[in-house]
């Protein structure tokens, strides 16, 4: 079975940080794509970053230069540091695992950002 557990959200004010982890089990976590997507009430999911298998990453406009994306294979685990939040970050935030026709989800996690 495949696994992918995010930790990490929670409440913040404006301005200061989070890191978010999703431990994933269950594939052969160095070949795949792995991304978060976030979705806020009311709107539809949106991808926020990914990172591929040979660390090439990709990010929404909104979230340039205050988010990073990172992975460690050696864990099975990526990583979503966030800076600088803002209170249109608050959402859902889903860890993302692709390759080729094959996609997992993780449960999701709240991040509320407070002005």
């Known amino acids: 079975q495949v696994h992918l557990v995010e930790s990490g959200g929670g409440l913040v004010q404006a301005g200061e940080s989070l890191r978010l982890s999703c431990a994933v089990s269950?594939?052969?976590?160095?070949?795949?794509?792995m991304g978060w997507y976030r979705q806020a009430p009311g709107k539809q999911r949106e991808l926020v970053a990914t990172?591929?298998?040979?660390?090439?990453?990709n990010y929404a406009d909104s979230v340039k230069g205050r988010f990073t994306i990172s992975r460690d294979n050696a864990k099975n685990t990526v990583y979503l540091q966030m800076n600088s939040l803002k209170p249109e970050d608050t959402a859902v935030y889903y860890c993302?695992?692709?390759?080729?026709?094959?996609?997992?989800w993780g449960q999701g996690i709240q991040v509320t950002v407070s002005s």
């Open positions: 993302n695992a692709v390759l080729y026709d094959r996609q997992y």
């Open positions: 269950g594939i052969i976590f160095s070949i795949y794509t």
């Open positions: 990172i591929t298998s040979t660390y090439t990453t």
